[in-house]
Structure formats: C-alpha cells, structure tokens
C-alpha cells in the first residue's frame, strides 16, 4: 500500500506545479508556524483560528502544520501525495469557514471586505492533479519508488 501512495512517473510538468505550489503554501506556513515574512507566527496563528474563526485548538494545528509541512513535502516531492490531501483539506475548510461569503472572485479592487475563493478553487485543483499523478520528476517519492507501469500517462500506453 505504501508503494501505491508513493508512485509516480518522470513528468517535468507535474514537478513545475508541486514546486510552485510548494513554495506558497511552505511561505504561508512559514508565516504562521514561524513568523517569517511578516506572519503572526505560531501563537498569533493559533490565536486568531481559535478566537476569531472558532476552529477548535487541534485543526487550528492541523491547518498550520499542513501548510508548512505540506508545502515542504511538496518542494521535497516526499510523501506528496498526503501533503496535497493535507493542503485540500485546508482549502476546503478556509472556504467553508470564510471566503464562500464573498463569493468567487478575488478582491483584486479592495472594493470587498474579504476574498472570494477563485484562488482556493485553482489550489483545489493542483492538488486533486497532484493526488492522482504523485510528484514526478526530482522527487524524493520517485527515488523511493520507481515509475511503474500504472504510472505511466494513459495517452502513452496506447
């Protein structure tokens, strides 16, 4: 079972979205686990999903180490395909919680008073992609488990 959540194939596209999806969401964790980047850090953090979005103390720690952990295992392309899983179920739990009141777009004009999900939806994405896939090319999963045949892009098989 373990071979099957690692396995993945060599596509240089599925690593150019795990990397890139890494980077946000480790800067994200960054800023909340660690107060890097102009974060609230872990206490700021917890404070405001505990006080002010009344998550309970345990997901409020869950979400944080997803974005940090989750955005490293991304970059590192180690154990992607839980680290994706992790990050899905921040994005659906910020837009249950927040930004489904805001509609779906963004607030590129500051004319709302919070984000729409447009963003979240795209992330939704990536990772739904990641999941299926695994992490491609340069990633620790491959070195672990080498490309089998199941991994292989349907349009190659033919």
Known sequence: M??????????????????????????????????????????????????????????????IAAEFFGGLGLILGFLTRIAAFGITVNMLVAIATVHHSYGFFMNWTGSQKGEGFEYHLLVLAITAFLMIRGAGALSVDRAIAPESPAAQPRLARA
């Open 2 to 63: 373990f071979r099957k959540l690692i396995t993945t194939n060599d596509d240089p596209a599925t690593l150019i979205l795990r990397l890139v999806l890494g980077v946000v969401f480790f800067a994200h964790g960054a800023q909340k686990l660690l107060g890097w980047y102009g974060g609230p850090g872990f206490s700021g953090t917890m404070g405001m999903f505990t006080t002010y979005l009344h998550i309970p103390g345990p997901f409020a720690f869950l979400a």
